[in-house]
């Protein structure tokens, strides 16, 4: 069976939070989805599941965090080029996100981190490997001289 990961969030609006992640993107799955919580597909391997603040609380008997006011994770979103990393953010902002942080551009990575409805911080990624390799061969050039 192949390796997955469900990343559980807890959202004040199961409804809206669906909406938000659809126009970024992910697919919903109804057959794991009902009022109480939304199965949103990123991958065959990949899941986030919204769930609303009393059914996310029959998970745990910690106090839900206001990830408005606290960073409890950061999750990171592999894109394939620099152009689908603004394209998520750009959705992201468009269905009421907010970008956190000005983008990062090291050359051979890509990222605009944005936060979704909720204020759970995503980072959309993308890594040129053979701009990276050149950049870790220099280091160590350097470091050896």
């Given at each position: ?36 919580a ?97 950049a870790?061969s ?8």
């Amino acid at each position: 069976m192949t390796k997955m990961i469900f990343v559980n969030l807890p959202v004040a609006d199961v409804a809206k939070a669906t909406a938000f992640y659809e126009a970024i993107g992910f697919d919903k799955n109804p057959q794991f989805s009902n009022g109480q919580a939304s199965c949103m597909v990123w991958s065959d391997a990949i899941h986030v599941m919204l769930l609303d603040h009393g059914f996310y609380r029959t998970f745990t008997s910690k106090q839900i965090a206001d990830t408005h006011k606290t960073s409890a994770a950061l999750i990171a979103l592999s894109r394939d080029s620099r152009e689908q990393v603004d394209a998520i953010a750009d959705a992201a902002i468009a269905a009421g996100g907010r970008q956190t942080r000005d983008t990062e551009d090291g050359g051979f990575m890509y990222a605009r981190p944005f936060e979704d409805l909720d204020g759970h911080t995503f980072e959309p990624i993308y890594m040129d490997m053979k701009a990276f390799s050149a950049a870790m061969s220099d280091q160590q050039e350097s470091v050896a001289a």
